[in-house]
């Protein structure tokens, strides 16, 4: 059972032994990484690759650590007193189970990916320590403790707003998901656009790295902005000429709205095309 | 060896202990890793570091460590192979080319060059950008390399015998973080909690009990929870010193966006006048009248300018005496504007305190500000914050 990339996915060598460590010691796996690297794709592809089911817990700013285990609906329970509903006797009826909850009772090893864990307030990590620990905890309302079957395999993303606590770190395996490089990029290519003429890519790469290298963009755009482009590209039969005949005094590649996508950027772009003009 | 390891990491800063120390030799035990020094490069990469930014200090721990252990591997790292290249160089020119080529000169000399091309190439493509062949200078005329379709990088990862931890990948992660980066979290930190306060609770208590006064039955009222209720208006002084200052705060500010309903941000230089801007190359293009922004902004946004106060008063008092341009009307009046509108509002200044007393124009701005000036410290930050969220 070891995770070596899968036919959509691809898995650089240091990518596969952290996720192999992580999955065999069943400890999380903490991925970082600029936007658009395949941190969330990656949970996807590994519960593939293993034949488990993906459980997903997006985190939101306003997302708190207890809602991983459950939710206890006092208000629900209220209303259905006052409307005298049977259930009302029954607290089960208003405890909703959480995705830590689902993932420890899951009948088959699970995928837990807790995605985007820096968007929650900062003690959120910590909270969660006890139980990705103890890997069980206890339902006051009820007087039930949960347990997992068996420890599930937890991918953790973060997008590097923000610091983890170091009591949280010390219990994950990290990886940092670094920018493609240009064989790594094209194999991703090569995966989502099979038999795609190699020309094209290897110009639409040329321009795809030199805009990431321009000085001073607000947003560079990423690996999913580069597939973007390459399938409007695609889709709009876009003569290889317009891409090879690099005219400086267009500075703005075709399509760009696919790359770029903030209007500053834009703009960026747009001066300094109107400086290669004046320049030429 | 491996507490030696250990040790070194914590010598570099690294803040691995042996709770990591125990689960790398757990994996160890249980056979996660094929047994090659990559391999256990990788392993213990993953387990003793878990900031990108330390990446490249954990290279280089790793091979002063390892260094005696692994010396048959990539004895001379930069050598590429002889016949390596000449598969490239097959690859990268038709016979056509290859003829006219080595009528320039001897095989030897050729291979010195497209070796030399080579690891321009690579050290460039490392860098991240062009790839060989983009520009038309090359001995072998316009069209002397087609690139298409050759993975030079894939290939030489083998052949090269350089080791990854010896390529210093993470190099850059670590030079951007420098700039106090522990302060900048805590820093953060504080900008966060300010931006929570005024987060609502989710049952509304009062219309719940008026509700329920009111019908006779337990009425219960939702209220959304409102996040993120603080909105920020940030006046960045740009040019000469204050530009690292302000990357900082801009930084500062960004990085907690998320937290924030609004956020949004023009620059200035040295006092406010009548045009702020949002570029500065383009400052002085495109500018937006404050006046504009005054109106456009409601009063219940939170100004925090950022700037050193230093200049000369003139700059401040005087219509006219902005250094840049010509002001109708005095910074000062500017200056006044804000402040009336805007109940909630601050100013930064990265200068240390104890010298703002010697600073003329930093006294003015300072009583414009009906002393809310605050240095650019944790503290500062904090008093600043506590400033703005007070009840106005
Ligand atoms: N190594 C890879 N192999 C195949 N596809 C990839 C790879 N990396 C990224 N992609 C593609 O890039 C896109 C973005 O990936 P994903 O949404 O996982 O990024 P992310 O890192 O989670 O971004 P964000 O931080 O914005 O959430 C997806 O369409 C994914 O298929
Ligand atoms: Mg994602």
Known sequence: MRFEGTKSYVATDDLKVAVNAAALLRRPLLVKGEPGTGKTVLAEEVAKALGAPLITWNIKSTTKAHQGLYEYDAVARLRDGQLGDERVHDIRNYIKKGKLWEAFESPVLPVLLIDEIDKADIEFPNDLLQELDRMSFDVYETHETITAKERPIIIITSNNEKELPDAFLRRCFFHYIKFPDRDTMQAIIDVHFPGIQKILVGKAMDIFYEVRDVPGLKKKPSTSELLDWLKLLLAEDMPLDVLQNKDPTKAIPPLHGALLKNEQDVMLFERLAFMARRQG | ?392
């Open chain 2, 1 to 392: 060896m491996f507490f030696n390891f250990l040790d070194e990491l914590r010598a570099a800063g690294i803040n691995a202990s042996l709770k990591e120390h125990l689960i790398l030799l757990e994996a160890l035990d249980k056979d996660a890793i094929e047994r090659t020094p990559e391999q256990f490069y990788y392993l213990s990469r993953s387990v003793f570091v878990k900031d990108e930014g330390m990446l490249d200090r954990f290279d280089q721990v790793f091979n002063k460590v390892f260094k005696g252990l692994l010396t048959e591997y990539g004895t001379n790292p930069q050598e590429i192979p002889a016949d390596w290249l000449r598969a490239v160089a097959e690859k990268f020119l038709t016979p056509e080319e290859m003829a006219k080529i080595e009528s320039l000169g001897s095989w030897d000399e050729i291979m010195e060059t497209l070796k030399k091309r080579l690891e321009e190439q690579q050290e460039r493509h490392e860098g991240g950008n062009k790839w060989i062949g983009t520009g038309g200078t090359s001995p072998f005329g316009h069209s002397g390399y087609n690139p298409e379709g050759v993975r030079i990088g894939g290939e030489s990862k083998h052949k090269r015998a350089l080791k990854v931890w010896e390529k210093r990948e993470f190099q850059n992660l670590d030079n951007t973080r420098e700039l106090g980066t522990r302060n900048i979290k805590i820093a953060l930190r504080r900008l966060r909690k300010f931006a929570r306060e005024g987060a609502a609770e989710e049952l509304d208590i009062k219309a719940t009990i008026d509700g329920t006064a009111r019908q006779g039955w337990l009425d219960i009222h939702m209220r959304p929870e409102r996040r993120n209720a603080i909105k920020v208006l940030l006046f960045l002084d740009v040019g000469g010193s204050m530009d690292p200052f302000v990357k900082l705060v801009e930084e500062l500010f960004s990085a907690a966006t998320a937290e924030f309903k609004n956020l949004e941000f023009f620059y200035f230089h040295n006092c406010l006048y009548e045009g702020v801007w949002k570029d500065n190359k383009r400052r002085f293009s495109e500018r937006t009248p404050t006046w504009e922004v005054l109106h456009k902004f409601p009063h219940d946004y939170k100004i925090v300018f950022v700037g050193d106060a230093a200049m000369s008063p003139y700059e401040i008092t005087h219509p006219g005496g902005s250094v840049e341009h010509f002001n109708e009307e005095a910074g000062a009046v500017w200056m006044h504007r804000v402040t009336n509108t805007y109940p909630a509002t601050v100013w930064l200044n990265p200068t240390p305190e104890a010298h703002w007393g010697y600073s003329q124009s930093t006294k003015v701005i300072k009583d414009l500000m009906n002393d809310r000036m605050f240095p650019l410290t944790l503290d500062g930050l904090e008093d600043a914050m506590r400033e703005l969220t007070r009840k106005h």
